[in-house]
């Protein structure tokens, strides 16, 4: 038979599991496969902070506020609060906003918010932990060692082919035809390519 877990308790466990991996990233630890996914669906879960639009009762809209019960049970008995649709939810937007206008805090406010924040930016410090460690075994290079070894095959090249077509080809080519200018010119790019290849020139 399944069982469901009170929402409070099963964000306490949340919470806890995420302390847990907060201490062992900060130990230089690393995460399993299943701890990084519940990590990246607690870090989009309430992405931006809105979570779910709608509540389904007032329960439901207690928990998504990360308030009590009592506190909206009292909230609700204010004369500009807001009331159900006529399908029965309840717009947590619009819930925010009566919270926010009349600086109603609850008792436990934004908790899930708060552990989507956590949760987000513990991913950022695994992620950045695992690039520093590729960087140092050579995964990954800069753009600047990139930029710089492009020009100085950039330049090879250069030296390459203006040796072949301004200096070796010209005096061969002469007297030959168009046919076979054209095979002396296939026969220097070759050349080229096979030294390039070879890393030398």
Request: hydrophobic share 35%.
């Amino acid at each position: 038979m399944e069982t469901s877990l009170p929402p409070d308790l099963a964000r306490k466990l949340l919470n806890k599991d995420l302390a847990n991996l907060v201490q062992r990233v900060h130990h230089g630890g690393k995460l399993t496969r299943a701890e990084r996914s519940m990590l990246q669906n607690l870090a989009s879960s309430t992405a931006g902070g809105t979570g779910p639009a709608f509540a389904r009762n007032f329960v439901d809209l207690a928990d998504i506020l990360g308030v009590t019960r009592q506190s909206i049970t009292t909230w609700k008995k204010r004369k500009d609060a807001p009331t159900p649709a006529a399908n029965g939810l309840h717009d947590v937007s619009t819930w925010r906003e009566f919270m926010k206008r009349h600086d109603l805090k609850g008792a436990e406010p934004g908790t899930d918010f708060d552990t989507a924040l956590r949760a987000r930016k513990l991913l950022a410090e695994v992620e950045e932990r695992e690039l520093k460690v590729a960087v140092r075994k050579g995964l990954y290079v800069a753009v600047e060692d990139v930029r710089q070894e492009w020009t100085r095959v950039a330049g090879r090249v250069t030296n390459l082919l203006r040796n072949k077509f301004e200096n070796e080809l010209p005096p061969i080519c002469s007297g030959l035809d168009a046919t076979g200018i054209q095979e002396e010119n296939r026969k220097a790019i070759d050349e080229v390519l096979t030294l390039l290849s070879q890393g030398h020139g």
